[in-house]
């Protein structure tokens, strides 16, 4: 089965300073793999996915995020963190056995200080 | 182009009644997922339409069930109401014909509290 796992609940950086939110993944076959922010009392919004090719894949809001397929990662990576950054994120990946449904990781909240 | 829209925002229930979320999906969009979202179990996986069939549902009792219809609208209704049913249901919309690779488009969500 699919699944997806953030191992840390919460990342903290201050402005300016770059940021990575970890996600690792377990699939079967080749990974489609996605991240989503939700800021607060909101649904999420989409950032960027990882389907095939380059390994770096570049999203919203000057997001960007690596694809490992040795270690099996698809870190969150930003050069300069903003407050405006501070949510929640959450790391996907389509379930292929199941076929038309997205699993999510349990989340990473990121808090920028200024 | 209109996003997806959920409806209502918020609700209080009691335990034992029933309630029914609404879910417009973006224009041109087939394919509508609802999830569950909670503090303790993240965001949990209900079910997923496309052209008014259901092509995989979560594992969620028997309680929870949803439809669709020919407009791509989608309700979900959750019957016989729990305090573990408070949560936060979310709907996503998708082109539904980018296969495994389309990305999901939430709505804000409909916060239900069940006293």
């Known amino acids: 089965a699919q699944s997806v796992a953030q191992p840390e609940d919460q990342v903290n950086v201050a402005e300016g300073n770059p940021l990575t939110v970890k996600c690792t993944y377990s699939?079967?076959?080749?990974?489609?793999l996605f991240w989503y922010v939700q800021y607060p009392n909101r649904g999420l919004q989409f950032l960027l996915k990882?389907?095939?090719?380059?390994?770096l894949v570049k999203g919203s809001y000057g997001f960007e995020a690596e694809f490992n397929k040795s270690q099996t990662s698809f870190h969150l990576k930003k050069p300069s963190a903003l407050v405006s950054d501070s949510a929640l994120y959450f790391c996907?990946?389509?379930?292929?056995?199941?076929?038309?449904?997205?699993?999510f990781g349990a989340g990473t909240r990121l808090f920028v200080k200024a | 182009k209109a996003g997806v829209t959920q409806t209502p925002r918020y609700l209080i229930k009691t335990r034992g009644q029933q309630v029914t979320l609404s879910c417009s999906p973006i224009?041109?969009?087939?394919?509508v997922s609802w999830y569950q979202q909670t503090p303790g179990q993240g965001l949990q996986f209900l079910f997923e339409?496309?052209?008014?069939?259901?092509?995989n549902k979560g594992n969620f009792p028997g309680r929870f069930s949803g439809r669709q219809f020919s407009n791509s609208r989608s309700e979900m209704n959750v019957s016989t109401l729990e305090l573990g049913d408070s949560a936060l249901y979310l709907c996503?919309?998708?082109?539904?014909?980018?296969?495994?690779?389309?990305?999901?488009?939430f709505g804000e969500g409909s916060r239900l509290t069940v006293l």
């Open positions: 224009s041109g969009h087939r394919s």
């Open positions: 996503a919309s998708s082109d539904g014909t980018s296969g495994l690779t389309g990305e999901l488009f």
């Open positions: 699939v079967s076959g080749n990974p489609y």
């Open positions: 996907a990946v389509r379930d292929m056995g199941g076929g038309f449904k997205t699993i």
């Open positions: 990882y389907i095939t090719g380059d390994n």
């Open positions: 339409y496309f052209s008014e069939t259901q092509r």
